[in-house]
Structure formats: C-alpha cells, structure tokens
C-alpha cells in the first residue's frame, strides 16, 4: 500500500476534501439523495481525511458529540488497502482522547466484518438509512 496520512480537523479545515469524497461515494455511488448526506452536524464533529502520497484525499469520516462514527467513506481505487482501517483508528483514539467509553456507528451491512474486526459488536435489527440496509454497532473503549 502506498503510504497514506490522516488528518483530524474541524469542519472548516475538512470540508472541501470530505465533501468530494462523500459526494463520489453516498450521492453518486450509492445513490444516496444529497439532501440525506448533508445535514447540520457537521460543524460540531472532529472530521478524519486521508491523503495519499501526492496529497489526494482518498477517504473520510468523522465523530460526532455523541460519540458516533458516521460517514465513513474510502473512494473507489483505495479500498482494500487499510485506508478504512486508518480512519476508523484515527476517529476511535481521538474517541479515547475525548474519554468516551465507547462509539457507536450504524454499519451498512456489506461492512459489519470490517467494523467487527475492529472491535465493533453488532446490536439490534437491520434498518433502513437512506435506502441502504444498515445494522448498529457498537465498541467500548478502554484505556
């Protein structure tokens, strides 16, 4: 894999890179209506953006007040390559940092593997978000 850097950040820092990569994945991907994607939380969240070795930005996700991972995203050409993988790292000790005793995120259901391998438990039935099947899951952290 080529080497990848993540970046935490605010919203204003953040949102260019984060937006191209959400609007590639959710809306034009996934089909996810761009008025779904967007919603007011975004100012209020550590956002996480991963550059490759030329600076791109290649995926994104951020953590919520409430302890939630959400819109976690890796373009097309990276996935498989551990980027995911350095987001979710990147968002979970910023998490610890914050001393929250677990995340939470709702899991499109073709990814619970990759979020069970990081420690996520799945809880509950599968719902629908977005049109998409999702399941929530859950981590607590420790020190």
């Not at 990848?4 to 949102?15: E, F, P, T």
């Not at 995120?105 to 629908?128: D, I, K």
Request: one cysteine or more.
């Amino acid at each position: 894999m080529s080497r990848i850097k993540v970046i935490l950040g605010d919203w204003a820092s953040c949102q260019r890179d984060a937006m191209l990569i959400r609007y590639e994945v959710f809306v034009q991907e996934q089909r996810v209506p761009v008025e779904e994607e967007q919603d007011l939380e975004d100012p209020h969240c550590v956002h996480a953006v991963a550059y490759d070795e030329r600076g791109a930005a290649v995926g994104t996700g951020r953590l919520l007040r409430n302890a939630h991972i959400g819109r976690m995203a890796v373009l097309a050409p990276y996935r498989g390559r551990g980027v995911g993988s350095l987001l979710l790292t990147a968002l979970v000790n910023e998490a610890r940092r914050r001393k929250y005793l677990e995340v939470v995120l709702a899991a499109q259901l073709h990814a619970q593997a990759f979020y069970a391998a990081h420690g996520f438990v799945a809880e509950g039935g599968v719902f629908l978000d977005a049109g998409i099947e999702h399941v929530t899951m859950r981590h607590a952290l420790t020190a």
